[in-house]
């Protein structure tokens, strides 16, 4: 539907008819399509793709996002051809593809784009696409800046235990409980529960007194015969006693004595930057740790504290460490939009990665059209891939 005012209220009057829109062909001439993978069609991104801009594949062969990785030349030009939809309430007009439907990217032909560079446009003047946001960019001088540098980390490292250590004894008259006493750590429902005189796959299943989670008398799925035993708990439950870095939900956590591949799935108490916590995992521990150093986790969630420049939802970042190749900022959580705050990345990340300066791709890329057309900035440009 891109720019149609189909359906709304007339707000203005123009004195010539428009010259056209963004993403319209600007001629009659040959033009040429993408191939589609073999799967399906290629489909808008999780942030949409806008008409009238460059796009790039990502490496799974069919998500289509309009920012790309550096050195990487775009797929194609998003044509204006009913491929976007009015979704908002009492919306107008509209550039978007929303998320999931297909789109159709254009290689060769002659197009309508908007000059978003610096100034004004030559007969036959390079294209360039912005890598972050896809605009069309007349001439490498007009190539968006972006920050020079970001200091952020990417998870956190801890000091963390799973499950507790303690003292048992089974409660008289009542095998089904046992008293916990001298108890160093964190005992959870749902813990496997081990010991002399503890049958092999015991759980705990409930708190009956004392203070919950420390010493105190608990229920056990089995009879038990302890008499002042070692006692061990253990399960799906870590307690974060200190943290640098941020532990947020999603995370792969990774430590000595931890489930290997395990995420966090949730935040019981505490957690936020730099701050102690307690969290459940998406798979048990199989004994006790005790509390050890260098428990780290990593996940998608990047926690920016000092920056110099603007950051731009799409962006491309890399570094050294965890950052995957292919890593673009993908979304905002709090903070300032741009500046100090809590992004996601499109890609999770692959190890902790500490305080550091993170490297913004710049600029854009070279690409096979050419401007066809004199124009200002913010004006429509004829691009070709044909020439004059």
Not at 58 to 66: K, L, Q
Not at 274 to 282: D, E, I, L
Not at 295 to 318: C, K, S
Request: negative net charge; hydrophobic residues 40%.
């Amino acid at each position: 539907m891109g720019s149609s005012l189909i359906g709304s209220f007339q707000t203005r009057v123009n004195t010539y008819n428009p010259f056209g829109v963004a993403g319209d062909f600007a001629s009659a001439n040959p033009r040429a399509t993408a191939l589609t993978p073999e799967t399906g069609a290629l489909v808008a991104g999780p942030n949409g793709v806008t008409i009238g801009k460059f796009a790039w594949v990502e490496s799974d062969g069919r998500t289509v996002t309009n920012y790309g990785q550096a050195g990487i030349v775009p797929r194609g030009f998003v044509h204006r051809d009913q491929q976007g939809l009015l979704t908002q309430y009492l919306q107008s007009a509209g550039m978007l593809i929303p998320p999931g439907f297909p789109v159709t990217l254009m290689t060769q032909g002659d197009f309508l784009a908007v000059n978003a560079g610096s100034g004004a446009t030559t007969i036959n003047e390079a294209i360039y696409a912005s890598y972050s946001d896809g605009s069309v960019i007349p001439g490498s001088a007009g190539l968006p800046t972006v920050p020079s540098s970001v200091t952020a980390t990417l998870g956190s490292t801890n000091t963390a235990a799973l499950g507790s250590t303690s003292t048992g004894t089974a409660v008289a008259g009542n095998p089904y409980q046992i008293t916990l006493s001298s108890l160093t750590g964190l005992v959870s429902i749902g813990d496997t529960i081990s010991g002399v005189g503890v049958p092999t796959g015991t759980t705990v299943t409930a708190f009956i007194s004392g203070t919950s989670g420390a010493a105190g008398v608990y229920q056990l799925s089995q009879a038990n015969t302890a008499s002042a035993a070692t006692i061990t708990t253990y399960g799906n439950v870590v307690k974060v006693s200190a943290s640098t870095g941020l532990v947020s939900v999603g995370d792969t956590i990774s430590g000595g004595g931890f489930p290997v591949g395990a995420t966090i799935t949730s935040v019981v108490s505490g957690g936020g930057v730099g701050a102690a916590g307690v969290y459940t995992m998406s798979a048990p521990g199989t004994a006790y740790v005790a509390s050890a150093t260098g428990v780290t986790t990593f996940g998608t969630v990047l926690n920016v504290t000092a920056i110099t420049g603007t950051l731009v939802i799409g962006q491309p970042i890399t570094a050294t460490g965890g950052i995957a190749a292919g890593t673009s900022i993908e979304g905002f959580i709090s903070g300032t939009l741009g500046g100090v705050g809590l992004y996601t990345l499109n890609i999770p990340g692959t190890a902790y990665t500490a305080s550091g300066t993170i490297v913004i791709t710049a600029g854009g890329i070279l690409t096979n059209f050419t401007a066809q057309s004199v124009c200002n900035v913010g004006e429509l440009v004829q691009i070709s891939t044909w020439g004059a």
